[in-house]
């Protein structure tokens, strides 16, 4: 499948499915939070394939909430609740016409998750939440179930539209975890 994706940069997308490979050779399923129209599903999912790892993707398929203070930015004027908005059934159908897997799919905001509708067990964590609290949110449901040896991806950090995600990392801290995390 070719590069195209209008939320992650080619170099990122390039970073991410690198990390998504060594995350083959781990114990555990993949997550994604914040799937849009799935573009970066896709390609994870690509990954996966021939693999036994199911991929769980989800959003709110309500486009973005609403901002809190920690997400104010100049910069960042255009994200505004409703934005990026797309539905489940797209996200589905776009794996159909790909050939691919369909993952599981869960439609809800982040703070309302728990964490049974998680794998036990994830090897590969991506994060694209854009805002404090879907980061933060995102974070508390999957640092328990991270394998040791596991890849966690939080995008948007050093992006100052959006600095709510610099702010829920730093807050969460990353040191002293037995997982990988990096930070695009």
Same mark, same amino acid.
């Given at each position: ?5 209008? @939320? ?19 114990? !555990? ?11 970066? #599903? ?5 990954? $996966? @394939? !021939? #693999? ?6 989800? +959003?709110?398929?309500?486009? =973005?909430?609403?901002?809190?203070? %920690? ?5 960042? @004027? +255009? ?33 309302? $998750? ?16 854009? %805002? ?8 508390? $449901? ?5 394998? +040791?040896? !596991?890849?966690?991806?939080?995008? +948007?950090?050093?992006?100052?539209? =959006? ?19 990096? =930070? $695009?």
């Amino acid at each position: 499948m070719s590069w195209k994706n209008d @939320q992650v940069t080619k170099e990122e997308t390039d970073k991410i499915i690198n990390l998504a490979k060594d995350a083959l050779n781990v114990d !555990g399923d993949f997550v994604e939070f914040g799937c849009y129209k799935g573009d970066t #599903s896709l390609l994870i999912a690509e990954v $996966l @394939q !021939g #693999s036994s790892k199911r991929l769980w993707i989800y +959003d709110s398929f309500e486009g =973005l909430p609403e901002k809190s203070a %920690f997400d104010e930015s100049v910069l960042g @004027q +255009d994200f505004r609740a409703g934005e990026l908005y797309a539905t489940k059934r797209e996200v589905k159908e776009r794996f159909l016409r790909a050939g691919l897997a369909v993952p599981v799919i869960k439609k809800a905001w982040f703070s309302d $998750l728990e964490s049974g509708d998680l794998p036990e067990r994830i090897a590969l964590a991506f994060l694209d939440g854009d %805002f404090y609290e879907s980061i933060k949110d995102s974070l508390k $449901l999957v640092e328990s179930k991270m394998v +040791d040896g !596991g890849i966690l991806i939080v995008h +948007d950090y050093n992006n100052a539209a =959006l600095p709510g995600v610099q702010r829920a990392v730093d807050e969460w801290g990353v040191s002293g975890r037995k997982f990988r995390i990096f =930070l $695009l």
